[in-house]
Every structure is written in C-alpha cells, then in structure tokens.
C-alpha cells in the first residue's frame, strides 16, 4: 500500500483532519480487503481439504471392504489345512496349501499434507474429528495387514510337502495356522471399524 503526501500543504486543523480520516479509511479499507481474500483463501483450502479427505477415504473403504471379502475363504483354507494336519495318520501325498494373503495398500496422503500444511485449522471441530477417527481406525487396519504379511511369510518357510516335517514342526506348524487365524479376526474386526467410521465420515 502506498500513501502519498497531500498535493497542496495543510493550512488548517480542519484539513490536517480530512487528510487524516482519508488516509485512515484507505488504510481500513485494504486491511478489509486482504482478510476478505485471507478468509476466501482460508475457505478454499479447508473445502480443497475435504474433498481430498472424501476421495481418499472412499478409495480406502472399497480396498479394504475388497480385503475383508477375502477373508472367509482364507479362514475355510486354514480349517481345511488344520484338519489335514491333525489327521493321524498323515494322508499319502499330503501337501500344505498356504492360505494366502490379502494385502491391498491404503492412503492417508490428504490427511498428511493437511496436517503439514495447518489446513485442519480451517475446519469446524466436529468436521476434524470424523475424519480424525477415520483416519485413526485404517492406521491400525493398516498395522494389522503388516502383521498378517510377515505371519504370511512365516507359513512360507514349512515348504509344501508336509510328509518332510517332523513331529515338532508339524506342531509348529498347527500352531502358526490358529496364531494366522487370530491375526484374521483382528484384521475382520478393525476392518469393520474402517468401514463403520469411513461411512460416518463419509455422510
């Protein structure tokens, strides 16, 4: 803002106050036009944050409403391989089918860069908080999907042929395929959650 001086010299208090009030609404006047534009541009960030929020937390539902579907079949297979394993004897020719994992990857980038770049103070508490706890319940679906990828890992090291293990792997084995299982329901219980807090959200 530039002020430039009165073109002709001040010869009275009466000038000397106009010139003054002049100046003093100009200067009013750009104040209230920057805060228009800071709240426009406060506005725009919080919607842009949003609708990088919903887009997100769509996509994520569907990856892990995808993974969730998976899990039945995955159970089914570990009941099908603990029945064979306790079988006595062991089948000729038994081989163990590991149960497979469903891994999908899950994103948080709008979140992240909200949260860097402060836009989150743009928005009402209530709007923070749903997508808070959205965010809060994938982060630990996400935990629970890294811990069944290294169980997963684990199974792999038994091989296939099950007639080359013995008595004590075998039992290692059974007990890596309930230790499988359990990892199962935590990751069907959390992906509820998601789900759940990703349509409350999503509303």
């Known amino acids: 803002m530039d002020l430039h001086p009165p073109d002709q010299p001040i010869r009275t208090l009466k000038d000397f106050a106009l010139h003054l009030c002049v100046v003093t609404v100009g200067i009013l006047i750009a ?18 944050a949003v609708e990088g929020f919903r887009h997100e937390l769509a996509d994520n539902r569907e990856q892990v409403k995808a993974v969730l579907d998976a899990l039945p079949e995955m159970r089914n297979k570990i009941n099908g391989q603990l029945d064979l394993l306790n079988a006595s004897p062991l089948p000729a020719g038994a081989r163990f089918k590991n149960p497979g994992v469903h891994y ?3 994103y948080a980038a709008s979140w992240d860069t909200a949260i860097a770049t402060q836009a989150l103070s743009n928005l009402p508490y209530a709007t923070v908080k749903k997508f808070s706890e959205a965010y809060s319940v994938l982060h630990v679906f996400a935990d629970e999907e890294r811990i069944m990828l290294n169980a997963w890992h684990d199974l792999q090291s038994f091989g296939e042929d099950l007639s080359t293990l013995t008595p004590d792997q075998r039992r290692t084995l059974i007990e890596q395929l309930h230790r499988y299982d359990s990892f199962i329901f935590s990751l069907d219980s959390a992906g509820q959650e998601v789900l759940k807090a990703s349509d409350d959200a999503l509303r």
């Open 104 to 106: 999908n990857p899950l």
């Open 31 to 48: 104040l209230g036009l920057e805060q228009v534009v800071e709240v426009h541009h406060r506005a725009q960030v919080a919607r842009e």
